[in-house]
């Protein structure tokens, strides 16, 4: 081939390349209140994907295109949370793996023009990057979706995550999601369990849900909604044990949270006998269920939590507003009892919900991570949740921490108690 002709296919791929992939998504801004700082950082490891959305602006009919909008943007459970944190002011390192491909080099470059780091991003070169193809309906919910994340599986091995076992053994916390391989969950629990690191367990979706079972014993908190609870619970006991059944009516939302705790407590209890310490239950816009021991503790060495300034305004905000509110303390050792807490969702303008359990998520490990407490972390969870909702990406552009710390203040003091005994 002629230096012309190779130039001339160079152009050509790189039209291709800027027709897929238009341009890199905008500047990840991280908030000002928090420069990185070198030392301990939280690790997540599990997907980092490529999101495609197709939302229609037509009513879609089954067998034929209607005209809509369709966006590439950044996307994986564990991607999202990691972005989650970092806007709110916690560094994590990110363990992951991407194709070297357009949407690997997109993913890459967005990490990159963040200041985030990219030590735990593996590249595999003749590997697709996963991407996940999502329809949505009118309403911003889910339709349909297709998910190619077979990478994370292949190349995401304990070989690979043993390369930062010293950035995970010194971390404050581990998240793991349940993309990952059961040998590579393992690996990662393994290192944690030596170190004293707790672990959070995302399980990302039904069918991956039951990849808790084989590591239930080393698992501190995990974040279901209420069908993955079912399948988690079955998956560590008889198949079809547990049961949910959706209510259809209901006259308010205290009679739907009522019969959500009586159709899920005891998965939730069952699960707690298994090991886990701490359950958040998501229930869509009917808030979260907090379910544990008296005596949890998320953060065995308080000493890596790393307050920041943005932690610091939540801090001086949420102030009262927590456990010492209510008639038990989870910090008190030598307790037995089971609790439950409901801490209820705020009403807001729904544009799209595929980032709102990412970012509750990312909401409560860097609340965690900052210093706050469980209680006062599930509801800035809640509050960032809220903010992911209104927007179109997974991960709003900034966040506001008087703004998250208002909506944080509103769901505390209407949480209640559901259960102590």
Same mark, same amino acid.
């Given at each position: 081939?002629?230096?012309?002709?190779?130039?001339?296919?160079?152009?050509?791929?790189?039209?291709?390349?800027?027709?897929?992939?238009?341009?890199?998504?905008?500047?990840?801004?991280?908030?000002?209140?928090?420069?990185?700082?070198?030392?301990?950082?939280?690790?997540?490891?599990?997907?980092?994907?490529?999101?495609?959305?197709?939302?229609?602006?037509?009513?879609?009919?089954?067998?034929?295109?209607?005209?809509?909008?369709?966006?590439?943007?950044?996307?994986?459970?564990?991607?999202?949370?990691?972005?989650?944190?970092?806007?709110?002011?916690?560094?994590?390192?990110?363990?992951?793996?991407?194709?070297?491909?357009?949407?690997?080099?997109?993913?890459?470059?967005?990490?990159?023009?963040?200041?985030?780091?990219?030590?735990?991003?593996?590249?595999?070169?003749?590997?697709?990057?996963?991407?996940?193809?999502?329809?949505?309906?009118?309403?911003?919910?889910?339709?349909?979706?297709?998910?190619?994340?077979?990478?994370?599986?292949?190349?995401?091995?304990?070989?690979?995550?043993?390369?930062?076992?010293?950035?995970?053994?010194?971390?404050?916390?581990?998240?793991?999601?349940?993309?990952?391989?059961?040998?590579?969950?393992?690996?990662?629990?393994?290192?944690?369990?030596?170190?004293?690191?707790?672990?959070?367990?995302?399980?990302?979706?039904?069918?991956?849900?039951?990849?808790?079972?084989?590591?239930?014993?080393?698992?501190?908190?995990?974040?279901?909604?209420?069908?993955?609870?079912?399948?988690?619970?079955?998956?560590?006991?008889?198949?079809?044990?547990?049961?949910?059944?959706?209510?259809?009516?209901?006259?308010?939302?205290?009679?739907?949270?009522?019969?959500?705790?009586?159709?899920?407590?005891?998965?939730?209890?069952?699960?707690?006998?298994?090991?886990?310490?701490?359950?958040?239950?998501?229930?869509?816009?009917?808030?979260?269920?907090?379910?544990?021991?008296?005596?949890?503790?998320?953060?065995?060495?308080?000493?890596?939590?790393?307050?920041?300034?943005?932690? $610091?305004?939540?801090?001086?905000? &949420?102030? !009262?507003?927590? /456990? +010492? *509110?209510?008639?038990?303390? #989870?910090?008190?050792?030598? %307790?037995?009892?089971?609790?439950?807490?409901?801490?209820?969702?705020?009403?807001?303008?729904?544009?799209?919900? $595929?980032?709102?359990?990412?970012? &509750?998520? !990312?909401?409560? /490990? +860097? *609340?965690?991570?900052?210093? #706050?407490?469980?209680?006062? %972390?599930?509801?800035?969870?809640?509050?960032?949740?809220?903010?992911?909702?209104?927007?179109?990406?997974?991960?709003?552009?900034?966040?506001?921490?008087?703004?998250?710390?208002?909506?944080?203040?509103?769901?505390?003091?209407?949480?209640?108690?559901?259960?102590?005994?």
């Amino acid at each position: 081939m002629t230096d012309a002709a190779a130039s001339s296919s160079r152009r050509r791929m790189e039209a291709v390349r800027r027709h897929l992939l238009p341009r890199p998504p905008p500047v990840l801004s991280l908030n000002q209140l928090s420069a990185p700082e070198a030392g301990q950082s939280p690790v997540i490891i599990g997907g980092m994907v490529l999101d495609i959305h197709a939302k229609p602006s037509v009513p879609s009919h089954p067998g034929t295109t209607v005209p809509g909008m369709v966006k590439y943007i950044g996307g994986g459970v564990a991607r999202n949370i990691a972005e989650c944190m970092a806007k709110l002011g916690t560094q994590p390192l990110m363990i992951s793996v991407i194709g070297d491909d357009m949407a690997g080099d997109f993913l890459l470059k967005y990490w990159r023009l963040a200041g985030l780091c990219t030590d735990g991003i593996l590249q595999v070169p003749d590997v697709t990057t996963p991407v996940v193809s999502n329809v949505f309906d009118g309403n911003g919910e889910l339709f349909a979706g297709v998910a190619s994340v077979q990478a994370v599986e292949t190349f995401l091995t304990p070989t690979w995550i043993y390369q930062f076992y010293r950035r995970i053994s010194i971390a404050p916390l581990l998240m793991l999601d349940a993309n990952l391989s059961p040998e590579s969950l393992q690996a990662a629990c393994k290192i944690a369990y030596e170190s004293g690191v707790p672990v959070l367990f995302e399980p990302v979706s039904v069918v991956k849900s039951s990849r808790i079972a084989p590591i239930a014993e080393h698992i501190t908190c995990t974040s279901p909604n209420e069908i993955e609870l079912i399948a988690m619970a079955n998956a560590l006991s008889t198949p079809g044990k547990y049961n949910f059944v959706k209510l259809e009516q209901c006259s308010n939302k205290a009679e739907s949270v009522d019969y959500l705790f009586e159709m899920l407590s005891p998965a939730m209890f069952f699960l707690l006998e298994k090991g886990i310490k701490l359950l958040l239950v998501t229930l869509g816009s009917n808030g979260v269920f907090i379910c544990c021991r008296e005596h949890v503790n998320f953060m065995k060495d308080p000493k890596r939590c790393k307050v920041t300034p943005f932690s $610091t305004q939540l801090l001086e905000k &949420l102030e !009262g507003c927590s /456990l +010492s *509110s209510m008639p038990v303390n #989870l910090s008190r050792e030598g %307790s037995s009892r089971t609790c439950v807490f409901h801490l209820p969702a705020t009403s807001a303008s729904v544009v799209s919900l $595929t980032g709102a359990g990412d970012c &509750l998520v !990312g909401g409560f /490990l +860097s *609340s965690l991570c900052g210093g #706050l407490d469980i209680m006062q %972390s599930v509801a800035v969870g809640i509050a960032v949740a809220k903010a992911s909702v209104e927007s179109e990406a997974n991960i709003p552009a900034n966040f506001s921490a008087a703004s998250i710390a208002d909506e944080a203040r509103r769901t505390l003091l209407s949480a209640r108690q559901i259960w102590c005994q």
